[in-house]
């Protein structure tokens, strides 16, 4: 069988997969143009594919065009850049849970960078300037978590773990390790109204786009923190913005954002209350290895003609 590696980095991943399998026959590109004529030339059967250079200009139309491939296996957690598929024709799979860990601990540090005051520390210290401060804790206080997957439950586990009192948000309510209580959709704003810290996890959906309007931040508790690593249309930029104006929430950790790269000139970059990062929070040292071998361990899968792990419906985007 051929496999077609498309990341810009594929040196640092080919000795796994040629450990790992070394009778399947590989190819690379390195770049999005190139991926139309290689996936011509090559007529792989099995796709492993990376967002290495964000969403504009991802050669997905060449990708469900190519009449050899039967799997389009992601080399991250998100999977909207190529919806909608025919699940009929393309198997698409992901690597979710792969960094859920690095991302839990993202959402934590966001709340904890409020929580302790660390902004008003820091600019004591370059001050030189010795006065009484506080901190909070936030144990006994209420986190609510929009979407329960690999992230929201490694957050759920953090959270607990610090004695705070979860609440989560999925499409299909189930009890759910390290959540008190799991409330469908329909009552996001019920559970807005309780939340003082707002971690939202979500894949991005039809359902899920636009989902933080102004009416959910009317509903989010006052004084709120919100902690975003899901994806850039989840939450209303225009109305994040004048939730953050008018103090309805106190602070927001940002890792995604409608348009990526955030525009220089967005009102965001200057706001003392905001953190902004550049799609960073599933990024660690290592994690396209722990990728690979993910993958590889479905590619076993494959090659018997046993069931896949993480394939994705694209209908509900996970």
Known sequence: MKLLVHYDKAESILDILRRRHPAVSLA????????????????????????????????RAAILASSSLRWVSVGGSGTDHLAPWDPARLTVTNAAGVAADAMAQYVIGGILHFTLGIANFARHQRER???AGSVTTVTNHTIAILGLGKTGQAVAKLAKALGMQVLGVRARPAPTAGVDRV???????????????????????????????AAAFA???????????????????????????????????LDVFETEPLQSDSPLWDMENVIITPHCSSVYEGWE??????????LDRWRRGAPLENIVDPARGY
């Open 28 to 59: 690379c590109c390195t770049d999005y143009a190139s991926l139309p004529e290689a996936l011509v030339r090559e007529l792989p059967e099995v796709l492993f594919t990376v967002r290495f250079a964000g969403t504009p200009g991802f050669p």
């Open 129 to 131: 300037v010795w006065t």
């Open 183 to 213: 409330e469908p959709i329909e009552r996001l704003h019920n559970v807005l109204r309780a939340a003082d810290y707002l971690a939202v996890c979500l894949p991005l959906t039809p359902a899920t786009r636009g989902l933080l309007d």
């Open 219 to 253: 509903a989010l508790k006052p004084g709120a923190i919100l902690v975003d690593v899901s994806r850039g249309g989840i939450v209303r930029q225009a109305a994040l913005l004048e939730a953050l104006r008018d103090g309805r929430i106190a602070g927001a950790v």
């Open 289 to 298: 290895r722990r990728a690979v071998e993910m993958f590889c361990g479905n």
